[in-house]
């Protein structure tokens, strides 16, 4: 699996767009991109997946460009209850999940 | 309804105890992990399982059992309990044997061992 390297910690204020950015630059070509959101006390949730380019949904937008050796998850508009740890992992599950996290982004956002 | 669940939520028990956890998924999913978070925060796999059959174990020290006794359920039993156990345990679930792998997790079992 390849290894990701992402920010361990930012800050944000409510309102305000944040992009955190993770590094793949081993990925594989059948490696998918997904990101994971931890509440303290929970269990991580999935937020987004793709594979290349854009994708969107109610949550979140993550881009992937060509090289595939990054990618960023954005989230509009944060509120307070955005604090949380950000996941993100690469991976082809084909055979195994053999789930590597790592230490994840701590976001913490102010009022 | 919850898509993973988890008993129990809070395990507080002494050393050289044997204890167990056990977890459930209402998904319909076939593949069915188990993952240790310890106090710096960090996820490790454990075990997983697809269609009741164990496919990935990490190093774990054999006093962790998985048994999978259907596909709804995996359940963990740690024998001879040591301090070191002390972390959230979490169960989650996916479907399918490629691919994406997108995985639901349960609310955890704090474990402590005094």
């Known amino acids: 699996l390849a290894k990701t390297t992402q920010p361990i910690s930012m800050d944000s204020y409510e309102g305000q767009e944040v992009n955190i950015t993770c590094s793949h630059n081993n990925i594989a070509t059948n490696d998918y991109i997904t990101w994971y959101q931890q509440f303290p006390s929970q269990g991580p949730r999935f937020i987004i997946q793709g594979y290349k380019t854009k994708v969107t949904n109610e949550v979140a937008s993550l881009f992937i460009p060509a090289d595939r050796k990054s990618s960023t998850l954005s989230l509009p508009r944060v509120s307070l209850s955005d604090t949380a740890v950000y996941y993100c992992l690469v991976g082809d599950w084909t055979g195994g999940f053999k789930t590597i996290f790592g230490a994840g982004t701590r976001l913490f956002v102010k009022a | 309804d919850t898509a993973v669940s988890q008993t129990p939520k809070y395990l507080v028990t002494q050393m050289g105890n044997d204890k167990s956890i056990k977890c459930e998924q209402n998904?319909?999913?076939?593949?069915m992990y188990w993952y240790k978070q310890d106090s710096k925060k960090f996820l490790k796999i454990m075990f997983s399982y697809n269609n009741k059959e164990l496919i990935i174990n990490e190093t774990v020290p054999n006093r962790f059992s998985p048994k999978s006794p259907d596909k709804a359920h995996l359940n963990l039993h740690i024998n001879s309990l040591e301090l070191g156990d002390s972390a959230v345990y979490f169960c989650?679930?996916?479907?399918?044997?490629?691919?994406?792998?997108?995985?639901?997790f349960g609310p955890g079992t704090r474990l402590l061992v005094l």
């Open positions: 989650a679930s996916s479907q399918g044997a490629s691919g994406s792998g997108t995985q639901y």
């Open positions: 998904l319909g999913h076939d593949t």
